[in-house]
């Protein structure tokens, strides 16, 4: 079975903190893919980045970083220095080869709200 | 051009209207997806098509009728929908649904309301 788990449902920073948002998932699969997507409230889902199971190098991208550990099960998102355009749902999802046909396997999202 | 285009943006049916939610693509994607997304939970997903070709219903009520006329088009034809089919509606696409690799990329999405 598939799963990711979000436990923060809504976090509120002021501007320029630095904030994390937590994933943590499940699946008894040995080759799988994990995802990030940003969705403002415009509506779309906006693709952030994709990691596999065996790079487990952390990313860095702009403000953007990702700390992904298997020993933990964790693919954890950290904002630095936030600003108010990062506000929106930011969903964590898994892919596995032992899912259907590439689906995704989404966490329930965390809102992110960044006060100016 | 990473793009996936849907309209219209908003729709307002009654539930004895006939409609259709039209989604394009130009990336060269094989792999469409349809998924209906209500306020405060994650995208649920309905239908995939791969190739052209019906690969998942994943058992959507038959109200909800889609079609994929080729590789860069998907449609979802609407007819007697209920006042709980109101949601956001979604349509991604992916090079292929064969591999768990690709990512897929999403349209703005069509906010429907069910009368």
Redesign the interface.
């Known amino acids: 079975a598939q799963k990711v788990t979000q436990a923060q449902t809504e976090i509120s920073v002021v501007e320029k903190e630095d904030v994390t948002l937590d994933c943590v998932y499940e699946t008894r699969d040995t080759?799988?893919?994990l995802?990030w997507?940003k969705q403002p409230p415009?509506?779309?889902?906006?693709?952030l980045i994709?990691r596999?199971s065996f790079d487990e190098q952390n990313e860095i991208s702009g403000r953007y970083s990702w700390n992904f550990q298997k020993s933990t099960s964790s693919f954890n998102f950290t904002i630095t220095a936030s600003q108010v355009v990062d506000s929106a749902v930011y969903?964590c999802a898994l892919?596995?080869?032992g899912?259907?046909?590439?689906?995704?396997y989404?966490?329930?999202?965390t809102?992110l709200t960044v006060w100016p | 051009d990473t793009e996936v285009t849907q309209t219209p943006k908003h729709l307002v049916m009654g539930m004895t209207n006939k409609k259709s939610l039209k989604c394009e693509q130009h990336m060269g994607h094989r792999?469409m997806y349809w998924y209906k997304q209500k306020a405060?939970?994650?995208?649920e997903?309905m239908f995939?098509y791969?190739y052209e070709k019906l690969?998942?219903n994943e058992s959507v009520p038959s109200r909800f009728s889609p079609e994929c006329p080729n590789s860069s088009l998907l449609n979802l034809h609407l007819h007697a929908l209920q006042p709980e089919d109101s949601a956001?509606y979604?349509c991604?696409s992916?090079q292929?649904?064969?591999?768990?690799?690709?990512?897929?990329?999403?349209?703005?999405?069509t906010?429907l309301t069910v009368l």
Do not use: C, D, M, W
Request: charged residues 20%.
């Open positions: 080759t799988y893919y995802f997507y415009s509506g779309e889902l906006v693709f994709r596999n969903f892919s596995g080869r899912s259907t046909l590439g689906r995704l989404f966490g329930r999202g809102q | 792999a405060k939970k994650p995208p997903l995939v791969s690969s998942i956001l979604l991604a992916s292929e649904t064969s591999s768990s690799y690709n990512e897929q990329f999403f349209g703005p999405g906010r």
